[in-house]
T-cell receptor
Framework: DVKVTQSSRYLVKRTGEKVFLECVQDMDHENMFWYRQDPGLGLRLIYFSYDVKMKEKGDIPEGYSVSREKKERFSLILESASTNQTSMYLC?????????????FGEGSRLTVL | GDSVTQMEGPVTLSEEAFLTINCTYTATGYPSLFWYVQYPGEGLQLLLKATKADDKGSNKGFEATYRKETTSFHLEKGSVQVSDSAVYFCALGYMDSNYQLIWGAGTKLIIKP
C-alpha cells in the first residue's frame, strides 16, 4: 500500500516563527501536493510538484513556500507564521502526470499559531 | 469557474438508515467526479469515482451516478453502519488538467447505534 507520512501530527508555534512541514511518500509517485483543510471550505491547494525541483502554485500560495529536493519528499515552509495559518495541512501524492484523481493522503498536520 | 457544492452537515442518522449526501457541480467542460472519505484521525481516501455521464461509481456499499442533466453526483448507501461515520468530500477534476481537483466543503456524517 501507498504510504504518505507527515512528520508532525500536531504543532504549536508562535507568530513570526519559521515552520517546516515534512511529507514523505514511499511509492515513487511523481506528483505531490500540499493542501490546507478548514471547516466549511473543503481542501484548498497551496502548492504542488510534478517532479523533483519543480513546483507550481495552487490557489492559495501566499505566505508559503515548498521544497522538493528528492522525489519522495515534499516540504511546506511557512517563513513567518501568522495566526491565520492555523489550520490542518494535508500532504498528498499521485502516480501519473495525467490526473486520474486518485490522490493518496497523509494523516494531516494540525498547526496552531499563537 | 468550476465549483462543487455539497449539502451542509452534520448529517445524523441511525444505523441501518438510508443515506444520501447531495453533491452538485458547475463545470466548463466534462470532468471526472469523485467521492473521498476521511475517517476520524485518518487521511482522505478515494471512495469512488465516475469519469463520464451516466457512469456509476461504487465501493463498500456506496454508490453515486454521474448525472449530467442535473449536474449532480449524489452519494447513496442503502444501510449505513456506525463505522461509516466520517467526513465525505465530493470533487471534480479533468484528465488533462494541471493535476488540480476542485473540492466541495465536505459533509460530516454521524451514525448513531
Amino acid at each position: 500500500d501507498v504510504k504518505v507520512t507527515q512528520s508532525s501530527r500536531y504543532l504549536v508555534k508562535r507568530t513570526g516563527e519559521k515552520v517546516f512541514l515534512e511529507c514523505v511518500q514511499d511509492m515513487d509517485h511523481e506528483n505531490m501536493f500540499w493542501y490546507r483543510q478548514d471547516p466549511g471550505l473543503g481542501l484548498r491547494l497551496i502548492y504542488f510538484s510534478y517532479d523533483v525541483k519543480m513546483k507550481e502554485k495552487g490557489d492559495i500560495p501566499e505566505g508559503y513556500s515548498v521544497s522538493r529536493e528528492k522525489k519522495e519528499r515534499f516540504s511546506l515552509i511557512l517563513e513567518s507564521a501568522s495566526t491565520n495559518q492555523t489550520s490542518m495541512y494535508l500532504c498528498a501524492s499521485s502516480l501519473d502526470r495525467v490526473n486520474t484523481g486518485e490522490l493518496f493522503f497523509g494523516e494531516g498536520s494540525r498547526l496552531t499559531v499563537l | 469557474g468550476d465549483s462543487v457544492t455539497q449539502m451542509e452537515g452534520p448529517v445524523t442518522l441511525s444505523e441501518e438508515a438510508f443515506l444520501t449526501i447531495n453533491c452538485t457541480y458547475t463545470a466548463t467542460g466534462y470532468p471526472s467526479l469523485f467521492w473521498y472519505v476521511q475517517y476520524p484521525g485518518e487521511g482522505l481516501q478515494l471512495l469512488l469515482k465516475a469519469t463520464k455521464a451516466d457512469d456509476k461509481g461504487s465501493n463498500k456499499g456506496f454508490e453515486a451516478t454521474y448525472r449530467k442533466e442535473t449536474t449532480s453526483f449524489h452519494l447513496e448507501k442503502g444501510s449505513v453502519q456506525v463505522s461509516d461515520s466520517a467526513v465525505y468530500f465530493c470533487a471534480l477534476g479533468y484528465m488533462d488538467s494541471n493535476y488540480q481537483l476542485i473540492w466541495g466543503a465536505g459533509t460530516k456524517l454521524i451514525i448513531k447505534p
